[in-house]
């Protein structure tokens, strides 16, 4: 309902309503993406959670050595987008995140943005164009 506010009633752009959204209904973002597709351009955006899903990978919360569930642990790995997780027997794993074109949220809690194709000059230019641009009511 508050996208179709936003959209129909406020007449804003999806590109800048959707990041917004997406904060306030966090919740969803456990279970499902969302990709935005247009001529110009398509993003993807992603959850990132640094214990439920680092770097938007979805994770296994069973340890693979003594089988045990709930007892990995994820923390920040040695170089950039890599997370470590151990577990309590002592088993641990560096997991490598490579994905092009991603913005990851501060902190590695929130939604990720992935440009699918276009370019991050194309985004910025069609987020922050006027609103009387695509505001063509009759």
Known sequence: ??????????????????????????GLGAHTGVVVL?????????????????FGNKVSHQCPECLAIRTLA????????SYVSRCRCTWQVESVVSLP?????????????QILYGTEEDFQRVKSAPRDTYDKAL
């Open 1 to 26: 309902m508050k996208l179709c506010h936003k959209l129909f009633i406020e007449c804003f752009s999806v590109l800048r309503a959707l990041p917004d959204l997406l904060q306030e209904e966090e």
């Open 38 to 54: 247009s001529k110009s351009i398509a993003i993807r955006y992603f959850w990132c959670h640094p214990s439920r899903r680092p």
């Open 74 to 81: 994820f923390s920040a790995g040695p170089s950039p987008q």
């Open 101 to 113: 074109g991603v913005t990851f949220p501060v902190g590695g809690n929130g939604w990720a943005r």
